[in-house]
């Protein structure tokens, strides 16, 4: 049996739960954490979470993570089966990250966890936001889900990303990064419907606190 290893509050833990919620499988959870103990390092080169544990052995990086589950699992499909389609939601999935949740993280000292950051950092940051809102706003379908009428990998993407840039502009800049695009107001409200994704919110909210109150004293020590 699978085990995925890392925590609930984790974004990029929450896609690959998804993804395996949403296709059937069955797995088990190790709940951890990343780290730098050498216990760790050796199932995850980075220290990083989510790691898949496999009967062939550990696979780590989310993107990869979820191709692996696709090719080696049933179960629903989250990437079409043809060949352009295919390409064009790995783009979107990677413009997701680069541009919308990688920008927003920068910012994640100061918004959730009572730090501060760079000026010049921020400043990049909501450069980057508006630019990639307006690339994914370009690219995306949205009709109802990101690559076209079925859920994807670059759905699992977006929900677990775009929360958190959304409260980085509200609290930084005061912008609503979604503010004048319902189609993607509508695919929230469609997900926020999903029992696999009410599950994993409500595992979120029973470990939130406590990861709140141990990244503040992180922040500020």
């Known amino acids: 049996m ?4 890392g925590f609930a509050v984790s974004n990029y833990f929450n896609m690959v739960k998804l993804a395996l919620l949403e296709k059937g499988i069955p797995f088990e959870i190790n709940t951890v954490r990343g780290n730098q103990s ?13 790691c898949l544990e496999t009967e062939q052995g550990f696979i780590n990086e989310t993107n990869v993570i979820l191709e692996y589950i696709e090719e080696t699992q049933g179960g629903k499909p989250l990437l079409p089966s043809d060949p352009y389609e295919r390409a064009r939601v790995r783009a979107l999935t990677k413009e997701i990250e680069l541009y919308i949740e990688l920008p927003a ?19 990049k940051a909501r450069e980057e936001l508006l630019a990639g809102v307006a ?8 009709a109802p889900y990101v690559a076209g009428s079925e859920m994807t990998i670059a759905d699992l993407m977006f929900l677990y990303s775009i929360d ?8 930084l800049f005061g912008v609503d990064l979604l503010g004048d695009w319902p189609e993607a ?15 994993i919110e409500a595992d979120k909210k029973a470990e939130m606190a406590a990861f709140i109150a141990a990244m503040g004293d992180k922040a500020r020590g």
């Open 105 to 123: 993280r920068t910012c994640y000292p100061e918004v959730f966890f009572g730090g501060k950051v760079d000026p010049a950092i921020r400043e």
């Open 38 to 50: 050498p216990e760790f390092l050796a199932i995850s080169p980075r220290g990083k979470v989510p």
């Open 135 to 142: 690339a994914l706003r370009r690219h995306g379908s949205f």
């Open 185 to 199: 107001k509508a695919l929230l409200d469609l997900l926020a419907q999903n029992p696999h994704v009410q599950r």
């Open 164 to 171: 958190l840039a959304r409260a980085v502009g509200k609290k």
């Open 2 to 5: 699978l085990r995925l290893h």
